[in-house]
């Protein structure tokens, strides 16, 4: 659509969506042209400030007075709005969002611009702006709580179209799916039309007071069919109801048991339909009542003592009443029961002590002859037999009834009380066997000799200090049942006297601490063993301090280990006096001043018995430690002066040598001594003329005519062996 509109002195470029409207005005009073492309399409719910006509300008000289005004329809100016862009530049924004919604009445809007430039009247474009229909999700505004009496199986609520914002469904879009999902959701079903209903028999208060679904609303008809979740909650109103019997009604019980439950009647099992909160009270009525009792809480049936008898009836009629105690209107149901008795051929009984005691170990004394039991049929074989708890620590003669202690008997400090049951079985004339009758056996404690586990091998570096602990856990590898249960005593230790090795270690009376009582050397071993000297063997014993104490011994070894001991200087190596010796300048590298081999003392090199040389710490290696720059060299244990390194005229005349002597361990055990060496003067050298100034000889000069026996110059000789340093 083109539209022909004068205006004078405004350039105006409006852009609507990518279409461009053009207002031209030249001079002050020619008519101008607007060219519009028209309609503009907008979404619906576009939001407020969104720009819906593009950036306008005035491109000459010409004045806007003022912004356009949207003029036209209410519904336009409430919409939309023209805005300011910068100077002589405007735009149209939306205003209000809530009126551009594409499911309301109004999809088009007519959008008129009265531009006012000051020289004429004011020029009106008219713009029509349509609205696009969007896909929107579903909004529910219904009610998403609901209440039901239990049992109640009609309608609860109905969700349809009614039940959503009309805005938000498409144009023509009337037709929706539903379904249900959620925790509860197999309770319930939902109508083709929406309707929710309770699944037959309904809800039951007493089950659950509420229940959690979601209906789920999905679009039919939509381009892009969108599904809406409304979570809904439905509460269970309780009402009163008569309590209904579900459980069986036909019972047996065997003749003569009064102790067995027939039947325990339970509101929660047997009955429905019981209120909330509220307990069932019981009791009896009918024609063989009096031989049967309920109890008023439990509701355990039995037969009253002696019981049923099947001889009299084989069948007993009775009613079992229960009564709601806490309903606001108590109601009571009855329930008629059939009690079927079972004919039983009479069991053997036991009349008798039950309880009985034996020594611990004991495994021959007859503990008690159970034959016979009472109530066996004449003519009628039995066995006896075992079981309970405890039936594997006994046997039983299968005819005499005899009972006693397995082949190891009882052992009172791992058990004191046993418990068993003894059964007499008919295997002959008869079927029948007796009740399983409780035994009681108590086992009597009985002094017992100690018992050892662990270690009886142990090791002890030599020269170890007297009163080292060798070993410290006798007192655990030592044990007394009797002693650990509090009977006969605690356990003492002490040491065999007799036996070779003994004096060498002493025992803790109470801790059963082991500990060396005499230096142990490995290389003059004292052992008794003279094949193995240094093995040592004793004789720890333990025992209880009752008053006929037990013991056990056991044959302990220590083996003593070497251990690397640095060496010593026990001789003076060759040289006279002591630490001292002499030698001559300058040195030659291969005069011995000292031999160190001779002189080393250490245990290491010793042959004990039964080990073959070298010992493995007993090679050296020599040094000289001090002073620094010493001109001396050890090899192989032998000290030497090196090549021209002494000088008696230059000094130092003597040398206190540190000797490192030092074993071939991975320790590296060492011992330092300090020698003298005195370097002994020895004439080797040429005397020589010196001036008296002390320089060497010199040449003078002689003038001719210099007179005969004129002294020119005083020489003296000069002995280098002379000078002290």
């Known amino acids: 659509m083109h539209i022909n509109v004068s205006i004078a002195t405004l350039l105006i470029a409006i852009f609507i969506s990518d279409q461009v409207v053009k207002v031209n005005c030249v001079g002050s009073t ?66 209000d969002v809530t009126k551009l919604d594409f499911e309301s009445a109004t999809k088009s809007f007519s959008l008129t611009l009265s531009v006012d430039n000051g020289a004429v009247a004011p020029e009106v474009v008219t713009i029509t702006v349509n609205l696009q229909d969007v896909d929107e999700n579903l909004v529910y505004t219904g009610t998403t709580s609901f209440s039901k009496n239990e049992n109640d199986v009609s309608s609860i609520y109905k969700f349809d179209t009614s039940k959503l914002d009309a805005s938000k469904l498409d144009a023509g879009n009337t037709f929706l799916s539903y379904s249900l999902s959620g925790t509860d959701a197999a309770s319930f079903n939902i109508q083709a039309d929406g309707t929710l209903n309770a699944i037959a028999p309904g809800l039951d208060y007493e089950t659950k007071t509420q229940y959690n679904i979601n209906v789920l609303i999905t679009e039919t008809e939509a381009t892009t069919p969108l599904t809406l979740t409304v979570p809904v909650t439905v509460d269970v109103n309780a009402i009163d109801e008569n309590p209904t019997y579900k459980g069986s009604t036909i019972f047996s019980v065997t003749e003569n048991d009064f102790t067995s439950t027939i039947h325990a009647f339970s509101a929660s099992t047997d009955y429905k339909d019981i209120d909330t909160g509220t307990t069932l009270k019981y009791s009896l009525t009918g024609a063989d009542a009096a031989k049967f009792s309920i109890d008023a809480v439990t509701g355990v049936l039995k037969a009253v003592s002696p019981g049923v008898d099947y001889e009299v009836a084989t069948t007993y009629s009775i009613n079992v009443v229960a009564l709601e105690l806490e309903a606001a209107t108590p109601q009571t149901v009855t329930t ?27 495994a021959t004394t007859t503990i008690k002859t159970f034959h016979p039991f009472t109530q066996i049929d004449a003519g009628t074989t039995v066995n006896y037999q075992l079981t309970g708890t405890d039936a594997a620590f006994f046997t039983i003669g299968l005819a005499d009834g005899v009972l006693k202690a397995k082949t190891t008997g009882l052992n009172f400090e791992s058990k004191n009380t046993y418990s068993i049951n003894v059964i007499c079985k008919e295997v002959a004339g008869g079927t029948q066997s007796s009740d399983p009758v409780p035994i009681t056996i108590t086992a009597v404690d009985v002094n017992e000799i100690p018992t050892h586990t662990g270690t009886l091998a142990f090791t002890l570096n030599e020269n170890s200090a007297i009163g080292t602990a ?6 655990t590898d030592f044990s007394d049942v009797d002693t ?6 605690t356990l003492v230790y002490e040491l065999n006297p007799t036996t070779g090795d003994a004096s060498y270690f002493t025992i803790d009376a109470s801790t059963g601490v082991l500990k060396v009582n ?12 003279a094949a193995a000297p240094n093995t040592y063997s004793i004789n720890v014993v333990a025992k209880d301090n009752s008053g006929s104490p037990l013991s056990l011994s056991k044959t302990v070894t220590v083996s003593v280990t070497d251990v690397n001991e640095p060496p010593t200087f026990a001789t003076t190596p060759s040289a006279s006096p ?13 005069t011995v001043i000292y031999d160190f081999t001779s002189a080393i003392v250490d245990e290491d090199k010793t042959n004990p018995v039964g080990e073959t040389l070298p010992d493995p710490f007993s090679t050296y290696t020599w040094s000289v430690v001090g002073p620094a720059g010493a001109p001396f060299t050890v090899t192989n244990g032998q000290l030497k002066a090196n090549v021209n390194g002494l000088n008696f005229d230059t000094g130092p005349r003597i040398y206190d040598l540190q000797i490192k002597t030092q074993d071939d361990s991975g320790a590296g055990l060492f ?4 020698f003298r060496v005195r370097v002994k003067n020895v004439n080797n050298r040429t005397p020589v003329f010196k001036l008296t100034s002390g320089t060497a000889y010199d040449a003078n000069t002689i003038y001719e005519g210099t007179a005969a026996n004129t002294v020119m110059e005083v020489y003296n000789g000069y002995n280098f062996n002379t000078v002290v340093p």
Not at 470 to 475: L, P, V, W
Not at 484 to 489: D, S
Not at 578 to 590: F, K
């Open 336 to 362: 008629a029961v059939t009690i079927n008795a079972v004919n039983v051929d009479e069991k053997p009984l036991y009349i008798g002590t039950t309880t009985f005691s034996v020594n611990e170990n004991d």
């Open 470 to 475: 060798i070993y410290s856990n006798f007192a």
């Open 518 to 529: 005499a230096k142990l050397d490995y290389e003059a071993p004292n052992g008794a063993n």
């Open 484 to 489: 650990a249960a509090g009977n006969f005593g």
């Open 578 to 590: 002591a630490n001292l010796a002499d030698v001559n300048e300058p040195g030659d590298g291969t």
């Open 30 to 95: 020619p008519l101008g042209e607007v060219l519009i492309t028209s309609p503009v399409t907008v979404n619906e719910n576009t939001v407020n400030g969104n720009i819906v006509i593009a950036s306008g300008a005035i491109t000459n000289s010409g004045t806007l007075n003022s912004l356009p005004t949207i003029t036209g329809t209410a519904a336009a100016q409430a919409a939309f709005e023209v805005q300011s862009a910068g100077a002589g530049i405007f735009q149209v924004a939306v205003k």
């Open 671 to 674: 011992v330092t001594k300090t």
